[in-house]
T-cell receptor
């Protein structure tokens, strides 16, 4: 099946630094990718929809200047957490939808990134 | 606004038992519904996807049903095994692909 690679799997950083997370579709092209965050014992919450070649669409309550999304190619989207603070510590997961016609709109998920801000 | 609810929040069963996980959603205008498995600290594994026009999907010991009009789905696991222990998430999608997730059911299968 389709594979989505997410890197890094874990990052620990000091408060005030910025962290970049990459999401790559390895064997398919994805015009649309999604970014989710998950707090412990809670479900996934959609943060934003990343569109190749255009601006991301953010969900209500998500700060676009805090969580910068870039989708510069059909196989790569990046999420940058700017000036990270301890409350940003969470599990971030990306997903990608196969752009091929007839691909049934299935989302393939990365393995997630555990961010810990000290 | 779509809301997805999963019951129960946690479930513990002895090995070999058949079990049912429940998912309900408030807006029936969905594109599809998926069931995922998530192991602690890991990403998601897609188990079954049911298109809005379908009533059920089967894969091995798993069977998922969908009643769109009543806003309900069930995931049936036959002959449960300790390796089935994980959190099971239900998610619905609308046109455009956004997934709305339930809170999940944490399943523990005791040997």
């Amino acid at each position: 099946g389709a594979v989505v690679s997410q890197h890094p799997s874990r990052v620990i950083c000091k408060s005030g630094t910025s962290v970049k997370i990459e999401c790559r579709s390895l064997d398919f092209q994805a015009t649309t990718m999604f970014w989710y965050r998950q707090f412990p014992k809670q479900s996934l919450m959609l943060m934003a929809t990343s569109n190749e070649g255009s601006k991301a669409t953010y969900e209500q309550g998500v700060e676009k200047d805090k969580f910068l999304i870039n989708h510069a190619s059909l196989t790569l989207s990046t999420l940058t957490v700017t000036s990270a603070h301890p409350e940003d510590s969470s599990f971030y997961i990306c997903s990608a939808t196969d752009s091929e016609p007839g691909a049934k709109n299935i989302q393939y998920f990365g393995a997630g990134t555990r961010l810990s801000v000290l | 606004k779509q809301e997805v609810t999963q019951i129960p929040a946690a479930l513990s069963v002895p090995e070999g038992e058949n079990l049912v996980l429940n998912c309900s959603f408030t807006d029936s205008a969905i594109y599809n519904l998926q069931w995922f498995r998530q192991d602690p600290g890991k990403g998601l594994t897609s188990l079954l996807l049911i298109q809005s026009s379908q009533r059920e999907q089967t894969s091995g010991r798993l069977n998922a049903s969908l009643d769109k009009s009543s806003g309900r789905s069930t995931l049936y696991i036959a002959a449960s095994q300790p390796g089935d222990s994980a959190t099971y998430l239900c998610a619905v999608s609308h046109q455009g692909g956004k997934l709305i997730f339930g809170q999940g059911t944490e399943l523990s299968v005791k040997p």
